[in-house]
């Protein structure tokens, strides 16, 4: 299995940046598909981005332009670049991996790291 821990959270004027982090352990993380994903209060759980394992890339359209995904395989850790952050990105940011593996499905979440965009 895998640990995921989340981190880089904290208080950001508008038009400032943020960098998270997701660090793994437990499993190899290169096998695995890695995504973010947000909730902000009142409000469901919503994909931000993700990456696969072949390093494909997907974003929602809400962050397009503003947030960079990546992934560290040596080091076991994701990250998601934030840019130009606006009040309405204020919410909960979730890590999470996805493997398919001899028709199993594994997927594991972190605690979430909560990120606050406010003058």
């Known amino acids: 299995q895998v640990q995921l821990v989340e981190s880089g959270g904290g208080l950001v004027q508008p038009g400032g940046s943020l960098r998270l982090s997701c660090a793994a352990s437990g499993s190899i993380f290169i096998a695995y598909d890695m995504g973010w994903y947000r909730q902000a209060a009142g409000k469901q759980r919503e994909l931000v981005a993700f990456?696969?394992?072949?390093?494909?890339?997907n974003y929602a359209d809400s962050v397009k332009g503003r947030f960079t995904i990546s992934r560290d395989n040596a080091k076991n850790t994701g990250y998601l670049q934030m840019n130009s952050l606006k009040p309405e990105d204020t919410a909960v940011y979730y890590c999470?991996?996805?493997?398919?593996?001899?028709?199993?499905?594994?997927?594991?979440w972190g605690q979430g790291t909560q990120v606050t965009v406010s003058s």
């Open positions: 999470n991996a996805d493997r398919t593996f001899l028709g199993k499905r594994y997927d594991y």
């Open positions: 990456i696969t394992s072949g390093g494909n890339i």
